[in-house]
């Protein structure tokens, strides 16, 4: 059974870096062909692909976020890490991790229940 | 970047009826790479078909899809109350490079 939870705080400043942690079971990002990734959704707003991370490391990022995102893995934990710099009041939004899925195809066929974080002073 | 624009925005249909949702890509969409979702209020999404034509496992035959090059359809046979949710395409033909439309919410009339 494939499962992923995102965790990390629902609030952060203006500025401050976010980092949010994924702990997924039911795969292992040792498999080869396998891969995690991040999209958020602003409240009321649509999808946004944010990155992702392949089991042999390579990390792909949204052109738009690249200079602020950094994705990266710990096998042995089952988990991937997502940081985003300088956040804004407009990265409000639910953060969802997610699976892709099988073979070269990039869809995501199992979600996290995503964590809401909100940018406020 | 591909830009994916859905319409309509809102449709409104009785259970029983028929939902015609498009989504039309600001380039031809490499391979038909075209997935879509189901999200309902304060869940996350749900993938429903993928590769244009192929549903995801547990996605009834009442869910189909068509479209190639630059547009794309999600056909809702005969709509169930469940159904009544928000739906999202997504391209993939520019992998890794992900787009997602700014979605359709099927209400019920």
């Known amino acids: 059974q494939v499962t992923l939870k995102e965790s990390g705080p629902a609030l952060v400043k203006p500025t401050q870096t976010l980092t949010l942690t994924c702990t997924f079971s039911?795969?292992?990002?040792?498999?080869?062909?396998?891969?995690v990734g991040w999209i958020r959704q602003p409240p009321g707003k649509a999808l946004e692909w944010l990155a992702r991370i392949d089991w042999d490391d390579d990390r792909f990022y949204s052109t738009s976020l690249k200079t602020r995102l950094t994705i990266s893995k710990d096998t042995s934990k089952n988990q991937v890490v997502l940081t985003m710099t300088n956040m804004d009041p407009v990265d409000t939004a639910t953060y969802y991790c997610a699976r892709y899925g099988s073979g070269s195809y990039d869809y995501f066929d199992y979600w996290g229940q995503g964590t809401l974080v909100t940018v406020s002073s | 970047e591909i830009v994916l624009t859905q319409s309509p925005g809102t449709l409104s249909l009785s259970p029983g009826e028929r939902a015609t949702l498009s989504c039309r890509a600001s380039?031809?969409?490499?391979?038909?790479?075209i997935a879509w979702y189901q999200q309902k209020p304060g869940q996350a999404p749900r993938l429903l078909v993928y590769?244009?034509?192929s549903r995801a496992t547990g996605i009834p035959d009442r869910f189909t899809s068509s479209g190639s090059g630059t547009d794309f359809t999600l056909t809702i046979s005969r709509l169930e109350p469940e159904d009544f949710a928000l739906y999202y395409c997504?391209?993939?033909?520019?992998?890794?490079?992900?787009?997602f439309g700014g979605g359709t919410r099927v209400e019920i009339k």
């Open positions: 380039q031809s969409v490499r391979g038909s790479q």
């Open positions: 039911g795969f292992s990002l040792r498999t080869t062909g396998m891969r």
């Open positions: 997504q391209q993939y033909g520019s992998s890794p490079l992900l787009t």
């Open positions: 590769g244009a034509f």
